[in-house]
């Protein structure tokens, strides 16, 4: 497994050994280029293996049983939520609930404020705020509720240069607020957007402050103590672990008194057939049979993200994106959607080229055996706001390489020949 230089330095090479997928040849014996990642990364050795180790050695039902595996298991699963309360700076283990992915989180957040009693309760008095450049899975649940309890959904607008317009939030986050929830870094712009100030104004109406981390977690250290917010929410499967785990972090208090949104076994404490009673947090929103091996293996990821360090990724991925920008600048016919520098934002990074549609690009790319992604990236209202039916998405990982930006460049070139 990589673990630093002795001097420091991030070795990308060592890095790229890890993944073996990275070593597939595609379309004819061409090399793989791999720059999907703000959709879903790569998995290293080590996940791969635990994994396996657990489907092999381990597998069991949770916290129901007495033998062997079941406690082997059972340790296993709770192992994963002490890492990942660990990787994310959480006061105590049980404010981490595993949910399938970052949507499950945040439609858990929405069901359980239109179910709960006041304070928190969102009824047709109340002011939803999200942002413009949410994904949908931060739109849909939010419009959901509003259209279920009568209350107004406002968002804040975008700059043209693919930044947040803040510029009234005391206008839009108003007295009536009872929840805002935004992106910390967008997947189709990439832009990391000003949490400080939007928490503050928050707390200052009293509004529930709801965070989506998914194209975060992965690239960055994410402390939620630092964030300020109330609920966390990102996803497995973008940072080196499998599918079908996702990750909600709530306060304690919160957790304590908001409603369960799913009834099931395991989120009980006693049932009668007139009433039931709910087990404390975490487990009284995990009900049924949990994600346990996709838990298991998102305890891998992390165990190798943190062995890599998350600064050293931050750091590398700052570098490969301000040279692909640079680099990308210099296509002709070629539009950045979203920040031009490499300051304050991810490593998505979102593009038109002249008039040739994003799917054709998309589609001569992969003839060369580079990976990206096309489409409107569940972002369609950042498609709309520029005029735009889609772009072409370039995103970047630990393991990504400036050979692998050159390869981008010389395909794009490659497009705009072949088109014309």
């Known amino acids: 497994m990589h673990t630093p230089r002795p001097d420091g330095t991030f070795d990308v090479e060592a890095i790229r050994k890890d993944f073996p997928i990275l070593q597939r040849l595609v379309h004819d014996g061409k090399p793989l280029v791999y720059l999907d990642n703000a959709a879903t990364s790569q998995k290293p050795k080590q996940v791969l293996d635990a994994l396996e180790a657990y489907y092999a050695q381990h597998n069991a039902n949770v916290h129901r049983g007495v033998h062997?595996?079941?406690?082997?298991?059972?340790?296993?699963?709770?192992?994963?939520?002490?890492?990942?309360?660990?990787?994310?700076?959480?006061?105590?283990?049980?404010?981490?609930?595993?949910?399938?992915?970052?949507?499950?989180?945040?439609?858990?957040?929405?069901?359980?404020?239109?179910?709960?009693?006041?304070?928190?309760?969102?009824?047709?008095?109340?002011?939803?705020?999200?942002?413009?450049?949410?994904?949908?899975?931060?739109?849909?649940?939010?419009?959901?509720?509003?259209?279920?309890?009568?209350?107004?959904?406002?968002?804040?607008?975008?700059?043209?240069?693919?930044?947040?317009?803040?510029?009234?939030?005391?206008?839009?986050?108003?007295?009536?607020?009872?929840?805002?929830?935004?992106?910390?870094?967008?997947?189709?712009?990439?832009?990391?957007?000003?949490?400080e100030a939007i928490v503050r104004r928050a707390q200052e109406v009293g509004a529930i402050v709801v965070v989506d981390a998914s194209q975060a977690a992965p690239h960055m250290t994410l402390d939620v103590q630092e964030l300020g917010a109330d609920f966390v929410a990102f996803t497995g499967h973008k940072m080196l672990g499998p599918t079908g785990i996702g990750v909600l972090w709530g306060r304690q208090e919160l957790l304590e008194d908001l409603p369960p949104f799913l009834g099931g076994g395991e989120m009980i404490e006693t049932v009668t057939m007139q009433s039931s009673t709910y087990a404390p947090a975490p487990h009284k929103f995990e009900a049924g049979t949990p994600p346990i091996a996709q838990a298991v293996g998102l305890g891998a990821a992390i165990d190798y993200l943190s062995a890599v360090g998350m600064d050293n990724i931050a750091a590398h991925e700052h570098a490969i994106t301000a040279y692909a920008l640079e680099q990308l600048q210099q296509v002709p016919d070629l539009r950045i959607i979203g920040p031009t520098t490499a300051e304050d934002r991810g490593a998505?990074?979102?593009?038109?080229?002249?008039?040739?549609?994003?799917?054709?690009?998309?589609?001569?790319?992969?003839?060369?055996?580079?990976?990206?992604?096309?489409?409107?990236?569940?972002?369609?209202?950042?498609?709309?706001?520029?005029?735009?039916?889609?772009?072409?998405?370039?995103?970047?990982?630990?393991?990504?390489?400036?050979?692998?930006?050159?390869?981008?460049?010389?395909?794009?070139?490659?497009v705009r020949a072949f088109f014309g």
């Open 68 to 195: 062997v595996l079941a406690e082997e298991a059972t340790a296993l699963y709770e192992s994963a939520r002490d890492k990942v309360a660990a990787f994310v700076n959480a006061p105590s283990r049980d404010e981490v609930i595993f949910t399938k992915n970052a949507s499950e989180s945040l439609n858990l957040v929405a069901n359980m404020l239109g179910w709960a009693d006041e304070p928190y309760r969102v009824d047709d008095g109340s002011e939803i705020v999200i942002t413009e450049m949410e994904h949908h899975s931060n739109i849909v649940p939010w419009q959901l509720l509003a259209q279920r309890t009568g209350a107004t959904l406002r968002w804040f607008g975008l700059t043209d240069d693919g930044r947040l317009d803040i510029s009234n939030i005391d206008q839009v986050i108003t007295e009536r607020t009872k929840v805002v929830s935004f992106v910390l870094v967008s997947n189709i712009l990439g832009t990391q957007n000003p949490v």
């Open 348 to 414: 998505a990074i979102s593009f038109t080229l002249g008039d040739i549609h994003p799917h054709d690009v998309g589609q001569v790319l992969d003839e060369q055996g580079i990976a990206v992604r096309v489409g409107h990236h569940c972002a369609r209202p950042v498609c709309l706001r520029y005029g735009i039916p889609a772009t072409t998405r370039a995103s970047f990982y630990l393991y990504s390489t400036e050979a692998e930006v050159d390869a981008l460049v010389a395909g794009l070139h490659h």
